[in-house]
């Protein structure tokens, strides 16, 4: 089970799979990959993204947690 990151940690590992961004779309940045995208949260005051958000963020992204480990 991923641990709670920072979203800069987010971007970062989401570039290491071969994602690009992030990239403004109305609300939400979103980083994208050929022409799949997948939205990142805004910054939060707490400075983390908690697991359940991640775990939502990565099912949609379609990576397993040994991937997001392994960038």
């Known amino acids: 089970m991923p641990k709670p990151v920072s ?3 987010l971007i970062r590992k989401l570039r290491a799979l071969g994602f690009e961004g992030p990239i ?3 609300r939400h940045r979103f980083m994208k990959k050929g022409s799949f ?4 949260p805004n910054p939060h ?9 991640l775990r939502e ?6 990576i397993t947690p040994d991937q997001w480990e392994g960038a």
Do not use: M, N
Request: glycine letters at 16%; hydrophobic letters at 30%.
């Open 57 to 62: 963020i990565l099912r949609q992204a379609d």
């Open 37 to 40: 995208k997948v939205r990142i």
């Open 24 to 26: 403004s779309g109305g």
């Open 45 to 53: 005051h707490t400075g983390s993204i908690g697991w359940p958000l």
């Open 7 to 9: 979203r800069r940690e």
